[in-house]
């Protein structure tokens, strides 16, 4: 719990500190104070509303009574086994299989899943991925991956920003003005880092929720088939939702993508290499380039 506090106060550190400097860049000093407040107000947004955030750029809908009880069910006995409060659940309308979990504690947390992953899985494949989610909710890393998420994005905008000010009126050397080619570099590099930081947490996160989610469960098989159909499945049919979001699904759901950010930043570990350390095996090639992995 520690590491994970201290991993969050780094990385809000660095990704508002990014704020600061696309703000100074953009207007001098008065833009390095307009860049703190925009990143310091983004960062309390974020975090405050960051399960309704979520669940809207999913276009998820909260599941009404009598609609997969035995999914609302399912969440309720895993919370419990947790020691949880009884999460809330939505389901989007993606055909992807996949699922996230947000929301700002665990008494504000959201499973959200996606109608492709209770159309495809079978209910103990679901259940291990709702157990994954739970694990998430425990461990409070919703809480780092929303605001990740939402700054990250709100990077990415003010860089573009900075991009069309330095192509057409973003001043020159001899001027008061900001340095277009500074503003055209920092368009490109500042979401890079962003994303880099965002990247870096994300990984190490989804090993543990993994090795919770089993545990929850009491037998690794059905999180480790879940991971398999799931990745398989999203390479075929890639989902439309932000790069910055991408994070906080169980897969990434950009694997299917030939061209994106996703294959340039690793969001999660390779899927085999996950499903090999659920099972106890050996892991894959070094690089976790593998295929088609059948689960027995």
């Known amino acids: 719990m520690f590491r994970n506090t201290v991993k969050t106060f780094a990385l809000l ?42 669940v809207r750029s999913a276009g998820a809908q909260e599941l009404p009574p009598g609609e997969f009880d035995w ?41 959200c899943v996606t109608a492709g992953l209770l159309h495809h899985l079978d209910r103990n494949e679901v259940r291990g991925v709702v157990a994954h989610e739970l694990a998430h909710i425990r461990h409070r890393d919703i809480l780092i991956g929303s605001v990740a998420a939402a ?43 962003a994303t880099v930081m965002q990247m870096a947490l994300s990984r190490s996160r989804e090993y543990e929720a993994d090795r919770l989610g089993a545990e929850l469960l009491g037998d690794p098989r059905p999180l480790a088939s879940a991971l398999t159909r799931i990745d398989a499945m999203a390479r075929r049919t890639p989902m439309d939702v932000s790069p910055a979001q991408a994070t906080a699904y169980i897969v990434n ?11 340039l930043f690793l969001t999660h570990p390779p899927t ?8 106890g095996r050996p892991s894959p090639t070094a690089d976790g380039a593998g295929s088609g992995l059948g689960i027995r």
């Open 151 to 193: 700054v990250a994005t709100g990077i990415s905008a003010i860089a573009n920003m900075a991009m069309f000010a330095g192509m057409f009126g973003g001043g020159s050397d001899d001027d008061d003005g900001p340095n277009p080619i500074t503003l055209l570099l920092l368009a490109f590099l500042a979401p890079m880092a």
């Open 13 to 54: 550190a660095g990704l508002a500190g990014l704020f600061v400097v696309i703000g100074s860049q953009l207007a001098g000093p008065t833009g390095l104070v307009i860049g703190l407040v925009a990143g310091l107000a983004l960062v309390g947004a974020s975090y405050w509303w960051s399960d309704k955030l979520a």
């Open 71 to 111: 999914l609302r069910a399912d969440v309720a006995s895993l919370a419990e086994r947790a020691g949880l409060p009884q999460p809330r659940v939505f389901l989007s309308p993606d055909s992807q299989p996949n699922a996230f979990a947000t929301g700002r504690n665990e008494r504000h947390a959201v499973v």
């Open 253 to 263: 759901p950009l694997t299917g993508r030939h061209v994106s950010f996703a294959r």
């Open 272 to 279: 085999e290499e996950r499903v090999a350390r659920l099972l």
